[in-house]
């Protein structure tokens, strides 16, 4: 039996590091405990040693294996360490394992995985900084103490999104297992804190009330979205949400059809938490398609959509304005949406895959097919937009765009025309894309087409009311 010791709860690399040794000796996962620091070891274990270091010549894993196992070792299973070397394990044999979401193991890895990204986007969406008077260290002054209780260990992964977003500021985020501290220069790591050890409030938060109090109005929040976004909680770390029950009760009082009417607005913290999420994908270095491309293209549209539209990449005009479907083939799904009767404002729209996948040829960027592996990259940000939009209907436009959405190969030709129900429960339906059309070179095959594109327009539209 092997006692494999890790750091943290987080130590990704030491159990990848630790994993690779085990494979090579070939140690089967039911003759591993794994354990973090000081943890008590399994009473059938024997004495810990170190685990092996990794032998030359180790097998390579997939790409969606590795950012699978980043997330889900943030998790708080218990077992996360022993499931995924069990699955890594299992790898070696039986290599497609990754994509077989049907699996129980992968199902369990993908859902541990998925609590713990949203766990990430709740934080980067409730956590709330106060401003404290700081005389300690060389620099003094004023600093922002924010307190958060995460349900995973997610704190150290999230810490460079908020070093990025508040470089200016010195700020320390306290929780209960770790707390870290950004002086300007340097990120720094302390123990876990206590909810006394983070101030109450301060002048800022007033002035936050206030605005906040002005801009409520229920003709323009979603306020059921965004008390389902915003769990209670969340609600005593933040100082809008003391406002909250007054504020809805006398909206309601005045205008109590308002809420009903909300359906087709922009919802509050929906919309906080899509711009997290949209500024963290403009550094987004999940493939190597960042690398050749200008920018991230993310999604657009209102954040309460109730029809969400998933294309297969951005075009070259796409890349270089920093918008979804605006080149030749946007102009296309425009006008069949018109034809449709669907009102394009209020869908959402965006792309299995964020960055451009092009060949060079002279001057032209000519596009080229993403492939799996860039797919299942991007598979994160569909499902984080999926989780903050909520459609009522998805619809994939191509087969890109339905390999990202479930998961596998689907073929147009065969689910083309019924409702099919996404892992998540939600409805999706399954269509070509705009670009396909125009790539027909004859015009009655390419007229047939577009007609038989519209009629899927109008049937999903009609799905929304």
């Given at each position: ?118 766990d990430i986007h709740k934080m980067r969406a409730f956590l709330r ?271 890109t765009a339905a390999r990202s959405l479930f998961g596998k190969v ?56």
């Amino acid at each position: 039996m092997r006692v494999v010791t890790l750091s943290e709860p987080d130590d990704f690399d030491g159990w990848r590091d630790a994993a690779r040794g085990l494979i090579a000796e070939d140690v089967a996962p039911d003759d591993v405990v794994w354990q973090v620091g000081d943890e008590p070891v399994d009473l059938f274990a024997t004495v810990a040693e170190p685990a092996p270091a990794p032998a030359p010549g180790a097998f390579s894993v997939p790409r969606a294996f590795l950012d699978l196992a980043r997330s889900a070792i943030l998790g708080s299973d218990p077992e996360r360490f022993a499931l995924l070397y069990t699955l890594l394990f299992r790898l070696r044999r039986e290599p497609k394992l990754i994509e077989d979401r049907a699996d129980p193991l992968v199902r369990r890895l993908d859902r541990i995985a998925k609590d713990v990204r949203r766990d990430i986007h709740k934080m980067r969406a409730f956590l709330r900084f106060r401003e404290v008077e700081d005389g300690g260290g060389e620099e003094g002054g004023t600093r922002f103490v924010a307190w958060f209780e995460p349900d995973h260990h997610i704190v150290r992964a999230n810490a460079a999104f908020f070093v990025n977003r508040f470089a200016s500021m010195r700020w320390s985020i306290l929780t209960p297992e770790v707390s870290i501290h950004w002086d300007g220069k340097a990120l720094s790591e302390g123990p876990g804190a206590s909810k006394a050890d983070a101030p109450d409030g301060d002048p800022t938060e007033e002035v936050w009330k206030t605005y906040y109090a002005s801009i409520f109005n229920p003709a323009r929040v979603k306020i059921s979205a965004m008390l389902k976004e915003m769990p209670k909680k969340y609600w005593k770390n933040m100082p809008e949400t003391a406002l909250v029950p007054g504020l809805l009760a006398a909206a309601q009082a005045r205008e109590s059809g308002m809420i009903a009417k909300a359906r087709d607005t922009v919802g509050g913290n929906s919309l906080i938490a899509w711009e997290a999420l949209r500024d963290e994908a403009a550094g987004c270095t999940r493939c190597p398609l960042y690398k050749p491309a200008t920018r991230t293209v993310f999604g657009e549209g209102p954040v309460d959509a109730p029809l969400m539209f998933v294309g297969e990449q951005p075009g070259d005009q796409e890349d270089l304005a920093g918008r979804p479907f605006v080149g030749p083939a946007g102009q296309m799904f425009d006008k069949a949406m018109a034809e449709a009767g669907v009102n394009r404002s209020r869908a959402y729209v965006t792309n299995a895959v964020k960055h451009f996948k092009f060949e060079q040829r002279g001057k032209r960027r000519i596009h080229a097919k993403p492939g799996a592996g860039e797919i299942d990259a991007c598979r994160w940000w569909i499902e984080q937009e999926q989780m903050l939009i909520k459609p009522k209907v998805t619809v994939a436009l191509g087969a890109t765009a339905a390999r990202s959405l479930f998961g596998k190969v689907m073929t147009i030709g065969r689910e083309r025309g019924r409702a099919l129900q996404l892992p998540d429960g939600g409805e999706a339906w399954i269509t070509v894309h705009p670009s396909y059309l125009l790539r027909l070179p004859d015009p009655a095959q390419a007229a047939e087409e577009y007609a038989r594109f519209v009629e899927d327009l109008r049937v999903v539209g009609g799905r929304i009311g």
